[in-house]
């Protein structure tokens, strides 16, 4: 057992050795394994990263603030732009800012680590306790894909986490600075700016001090004017944003925040179980097959026997871990603190996460550190420390074998091969202002705008962006969104818009298939105003032209007069 040095308020001692000159062998190997961890990996997903760069590229600070959900991490997006755009401008600038955005996020994530190390270390009070606890942070699978990306989940988090070791920092010393307090809750509200969601983790933050050290006149006072704190620098930053948008009333206000949203309505009880999950394991394709199952997808069935073998496995072995961890923290006093923690962190965005768009990873984050810390405390003590501490092996283990497959070099590239197959066999066919359509946003030649944001392909091949600044891809259906009945009305008119233009309208063959294709992920009753039947009724009136590839190939549609006809008729169509 490592040497304990001064007391967490006779609770939580921790080693003496992260003080002083051993600083640096302490923290340097949690430094090494996250830039080797990251080194050879990349991110699956980019998320909104082209999306964060298109809006900041050349916007005013006025159009910047309209994104109420990322508002500290569009204004932070427009510094950078304007320091690229002064020191090192040119062609490519766009380029630079995706590039500047995944580097800020990349250097959150070093100092997330950091924190969850710091924090485990203290906690744990053992060096093998801190880097099983830590690497287990850097391969959950959210947290591992979005540290590659321009998007400001890891950021925010990061900011969480310093207010919360802020928050040990002062029970630690003797000499109590009021500074403390302050500086912890200008952490949690640049949190909650860089990402609006934090805000559901501020509970169980605020309340930490006291489940975990005790009550206190003094930790009262501390966490009142971390509060404060807090409560003005939001109001400060939120406000100010407000009136440089001529918002004065609370209905704007609300309007404001609720644009946010971007139309989406998805909800419900399996989507946030399973998003759950998803954040810390990756489920390739099995998200899909597991809503397949649930909604009894009659073109691509799913049995109980084929869930089960394709993708129950993980599923059952990351709630059985969770499980395990509930449990063990219930067999203590102390842990119970820790339980307390962690349920005041989870159930705010538990209840969120089921009324909104619960499978998307990201939306878990805000109460990461109270299970890392959790899982901290019941590897080091309690009853149950000789089956937490197999069980959080295995689950380790389990996460670098799935997600350093999943996010590896390797398949990244695959990943990017695939789609290019596809696009290369339409390159030699192409012509300006030509566009793509593709059923869902998650076909690999949609997602391939998105994910590889600095490919050549979509800096200045054929991919590169419209003259408008859109994508030169788009999805006929955007499922689950307000959008989403209108999809021939929207498809017609982006049709006769790349026509007019001169262009050629390319469709993913799927489109024109009787059922979806068993590998696609399409499922049908997701979104029960659009079924498959009007897609294929809609797509087979149409005369095609030449066609690319196989199955996964793609359809010229020609502007002749029957499709023009046709389409016209759809434009106006409420």
């Given amino acids: 057992m490592a040497e304990t040095g001064t007391d967490i308020s006779g609770t939580l001692p921790y080693p003496a050795a992260i003080a002083g000159a051993a600083w640096v062998r302490s923290y340097a190997p949690a430094v090494l394994f996250y830039v080797a961890v990251t080194y050879f990996t990349a991110a699956f997903f980019m998320g909104d990263t082209g999306h964060y760069a298109d809006v900041i590229a050349g916007s005013s600070l006025q159009a910047i603030l309209f994104d ?41 994530g070093l100092i997330a680590t950091l924190a969850v190390y710091d924090l485990a270390l203290r906690v744990g009070r053992r060096f093998w306790v801190a880097a099983v606890v830590a690497a287990t942070f850097v391969f959950s699978q959210a947290f591992l894909d979005f540290a590659h990306t321009g998007c400001a989940y890891v950021t925010g988090l990061a900011l969480c986490l310093i207010g919360l070791r802020l928050f040990f920092h002062y029970e630690e010393k003797r000499s109590h600075s009021h500074w403390t307090g302050v500086g912890a809750g200008a952490a949690f509200a640049c949190g909650v700016a860089v990402w609006f969601p934090y805000i559901l983790a501020l509970p169980g933050m605020f309340a930490a001090p006291f489940l975990l050290f005790g009550w206190s006149a003094r930790r009262v006072r501390y966490i009142a004017r971390a509060a404060a704190a807090s409560a003005i620098i939001a109001a400060v930053m939120y406000g100010s944003a407000a009136a440089a948008q001529d918002i004065h009333d609370p209905q704007t206000f609300i309007e404001w925040m609720s644009a946010s949203s971007h139309g989406i309505t998805t909800s419900g009880f399996s989507r946030m179980v399973f998003g759950f999950a998803r954040s810390f394991i990756n489920m390739g394709n099995d998200g899909v097959v597991f809503k397949r199952f649930m909604l009894h997808d009659p073109f691509n069935p799913v049995s109980l026997f084929d869930l089960m073998r394709i993708s129950l496995g993980k599923f059952l072995l990351f709630y059985i871990f969770i499980t395990v ?240 006809e046709r389409l016209a008729a759809a434009a106006k169509e409420n």
Avoid at 85 to 105: Q, T, W
Avoid at 481 to 488: F, G, K, L, M, V
Avoid at 528 to 557: A, K, M, N
């Fill in 68 to 108: 109420f959900g990322h508002l500290l991490w569009m204004v932070l997006g427009w510094l950078l732009w304007n320091a690229i755009h002064v020191l090192a401008g040119g062609p490519d600038e766009r380029a630079k800012l995706i590039f500047a955005l995944i580097a800020l996020s990349w250097a959150a």
């Fill in 325 to 564: 961890l509930l449990a063990a923290l219930a067999r203590s006093a102390r842990g119970v603190g820790f339980l307390a923690f962690l349920s005041l962190s989870a159930l705010p965005v538990i209840a969120f996460a089921w009324s909104w768009q619960g499978g998307d990873m990201e939306r878990y984050f805000p109460f990461y550190p109270a299970v890392f810390l959790s899982l901290a405390y019941v590897l080091s003590e309690g009853a149950w420390r000789r089956v937490v501490r197999p069980a959080a092996a295995l689950f380790l283990g389990f996460l670098i074998f799935i997600n350093g497959e999943a996010l590896g070099k390797t398949a990244d590239d695959e990943r990017q091969a695939a789609a290019l197959a596809r696009i290369g066999e339409i390159q030699h066919s192409w012509k300006p202002h030509s566009e793509i359509a593709t059923v869902l946003a998650q076909d690999e030649v949609f997602a391939f705008y998105w994910n590889f944001p600095l490919h050549p392909m979509n800096l200045t091949g054929i991919m590169a962006q419209r003259p408008d600044g859109e994508p030169v891809v788009f999805d006929i259906v955007d499922r689950n969104s307000e959008q989403a009945p209108r999809w021939r009305e929207t498809f017609a008119s982006e049709t006769l818009t790349v026509w007019s233009r001169g262009g050629d309208l390319w469709i993913s063959k799927e489109a024109f298939a009787p059922r979806p294709r068993a590998d696609s992920a399409w499922v049908e009753g997701d979104d029960p105003r659009v079924p498959w039947r009007d897609i294929h009724q809609f797509f087979s009136q149409l005369e095609t032209g030449r066609s690319t590839g196989g199955e996964t190939g793609f359809f010229l549609l020609p502007p002749s007069p029957a499709n023009r």
